[in-house]
Nanobody, 125 residues
Framework: QVQLVESGGGLAQAGGSLRLSCAAS????????MAWFRQAPGKEREFVAH????????IYADAVKGRFTISRDNSKATVWLQMNNLNADDTAVYYC??????????????????WGQGTRVTVSS
């Protein structure tokens, strides 16, 4: 069974940094495209970043472009989200997602078949 487990969330001050990790099991990492989504209280889940199977292609939401970096190491079956220059709008539960499909779209929750439980990020100013 595919399992994605996020970690690294916590409290950060505005302008600070956090690094989230997503540990995958039950899948062959090279066959899966990965993404990070986030969901703030009272809001819908929104796309944050996507990374291709081998990590060559990286795509970011406008709200985080230039501040966040998605990366992966398939030998470790791990995906990271480096978050720099955090602001209060980054406060949310962050979810790791995976798909082996080429159907769907990278920025839609419907494009992914497997999800982690989420890790909470709180940014204070």
């Amino acid at each position: 069974q595919v399992q994605l487990v996020e970690s690294g969330g916590g409290l950060a001050q505005a302008g600070g940094s956090l690094r989230l990790s997503c540990a995958a099991s039950g899948l062959t990492p090279n066959n899966y495209r990965m993404a990070w989504f986030r969901q703030a209280p009272g809001k819908e889940r929104e796309f944050v970043a996507h990374i291709s199977n081998a990590g060559v292609t990286r795509i970011y939401a406008d709200a985080v472009k230039g501040r966040f970096t998605i990366s992966r190491d398939n030998s470790k079956a791990t995906v990271w989200l480096q978050m720099n220059n955090l602001n209060a709008d980054d406060t949310a539960v962050y979810y790791c997602a995976a798909t082996s499909r080429y159907s769907g779209t990278y920025s839609s929750t419907g494009g992914y078949d497997f999800w982690g439980q989420g890790t909470r990020v709180t940014v204070s100013s």
